[in-house]
DNA sequence: AGCCTGACAGATA
DNA sequence: GTATCTGCCAGGC
């Protein structure tokens, strides 16, 4: 496995992500400062098995084809704001340091 | 060693 | 909003 420290940086953020709030690929890969949101998913695929990889969704608000079921039950279940088959990213997009508004529904 | 594939994103048409 | 091309990192053959 990778075990590289882009590997473990988003692992790390991604189980970082608190609950009833969601990130893109792209938000974690530059968060951590990588040029590469494929990586992300990569990284998911193999060892993202063990974190919130369901807190991780496609830049268009919707999860990867494969998790549509598993990411809307599991978000659904968590208080995510969810538009229909999307994730209202407008409210449910977290990033490290804006933890402050809690629930993004009420943020504000 | 090189080539292909893979949970994507962004820009352009 | 959809479709296409490119960029990028790591793993498997």
Do not use: F, K, N
């Not at 009833?20 to 590469?36: F, H």
Request: with cysteine; net charge positive; glycine share 10%.
């Amino acid at each position: 496995m990778a075990r590289d420290a882009r590997t473990a940086a988003i692992l790390e953020l991604v189980d970082a992500i608190p609950r009833g709030r969601v990130m893109t690929y792209g938000d974690v890969a530059r968060t951590l400062g990588i040029a590469s949101p494929r990586l992300v998913g990569q990284v998911m695929a193999r060892d993202g098995h063990e974190v919130a990889w369901h807190r991780v969704v496609l830049a268009t608000g919707r999860p990867a084809d494969h998790l549509v079921a598993e990411q809307c039950a599991r978000l659904a279940e968590e208080g995510v704001p969810l538009c229909g088959r999307r994730v209202d990213l407008a409210a449910a997009r977290w990033l490290p340091g804006s933890a402050a508004r809690t629930s993004g529904v009420e943020g504000r």
